[in-house]
């Protein structure tokens, strides 16, 4: 519900519906780059491909919302922002409000390391860990769910110590992707996928076949 998400935000952040507004979290998994943008590549080849992911996920988020003819729905991508160059919504907020994944941020760590360092959180899914991301949010603004039960999200990195060492590798070593594996998961990226989203933006056509 969007009140869930309002709740937990200064008004500044807070989307613009009542709070029993439903609404959906739209997340993708590591198959999605065989499943999803690969195909869609393949298919858009003649036509003009700025960003192909951000352009996979709106392909495939206007189906989702052809599926829903009578309904209105509103779709919020993750790399939207606002005049004043907030996002349009916090992603990581929506994904633990949620319970689609853990945001773990400071203030889950009891025994604060870091001092006057700025620490940034991170979202963690208990199936695929790190491997995974949050491409936007889906809202049916005519669709109100008072009863909806909110679900938490799974604490999958419980221990104290395992949360310091996933907020250190996130913050000063994110590179080379060690936070991802703070838990067993169930699959990653492929070493192509990784070869593609480690690559400048500018030089990934070419990875794909594109240039």
Same mark, same amino acid.
């Not at 195909?39 to 996920?57: A, H, S, T, W, Y």
């Not at 679900?151 to 999958?156: K, N």
């Given at each position: 519900?969007?009140?869930?998400?309002?709740?937990?935000?200064?008004?500044?952040?807070?989307?613009?519906?009542?709070?029993?507004?439903?609404?959906?979290?739209?997340?993708?998994?590591?198959?999605?780059?065989? !499943?999803?943008? !690969? $195909?869609?590549?393949?298919?858009?080849?003649?036509?003009?491909?700025?960003?192909?992911?951000?352009?996979?996920?709106?392909?495939?988020?206007?189906?989702?919302? +052809?599926? &829903?003819?009578?309904?209105?729905?509103?779709?919020? &991508?993750?790399?939207?922002?606002?005049?004043?160059?907030?996002? !349009? &919504?916090?992603?990581?907020?929506?994904?633990?409000?949620?319970?689609?994944?853990?945001?773990?941020?400071?203030?889950?760590?009891?025994?604060?390391?870091?001092?006057?360092?700025?620490?940034?959180?991170?979202?963690?899914?208990?199936?695929?860990?790190?491997?995974? @991301?949050?491409?936007?949010?889906?809202?049916?603004?005519?669709?109100?769910? $008072?009863?909806?039960?909110?679900?938490?999200?799974?604490?999958?990195?419980?221990? +104290?110590?395992?949360?310091?060492?996933?907020? #250190?590798?996130?913050?000063?070593?994110?590179?080379?992707?060690?936070?991802?594996?703070?838990?067993?998961?169930? #699959?990653?990226?492929?070493? #192509?996928?990784?070869?593609?989203? @480690?690559?400048?933006?500018? #030089?990934? &056509?070419?990875?794909?076949?594109?240039?």
């Amino acid at each position: 519900k969007v009140g869930w998400y309002n709740a937990v935000l200064p008004p500044a952040f807070h989307l613009p519906y009542s709070d029993d507004t439903l609404a959906f979290v739209v997340l993708s998994t590591p198959s999605m780059f065989d !499943k999803a943008l !690969k $195909p869609f590549v393949n298919k858009e080849r003649l036509k003009i491909i700025r960003d192909p992911v951000d352009q996979c996920v709106s392909h495939h988020l206007s189906h989702v919302k +052809e599926k &829903f003819p009578d309904q209105k729905v509103d779709v919020i &991508f993750d790399y939207e922002i606002l005049p004043s160059r907030k996002p !349009k &919504f916090l992603a990581q907020t929506a994904a633990h409000v949620a319970g689609a994944a853990y945001y773990y941020q400071r203030k889950d760590v009891k025994l604060d390391p870091w001092g006057k360092k700025k620490i940034y959180g991170v979202c963690i899914h208990p199936q695929y860990g790190g491997w995974f @991301a949050i491409r936007g949010l889906l809202l049916f603004p005519d669709i109100q769910v $008072p009863f909806l039960e909110q679900s938490a999200p799974v604490d999958c990195v419980s221990t +104290e110590e395992k949360r310091i060492e996933l907020l #250190e590798h996130f913050n000063f070593h994110w590179q080379d992707g060690r936070y991802r594996d703070i838990i067993e998961v169930k #699959e990653r990226y492929s070493e #192509e996928q990784k070869a593609y989203f @480690a690559t400048p933006p500018a #030089e990934r &056509f070419r990875l794909l076949g594109l240039t």
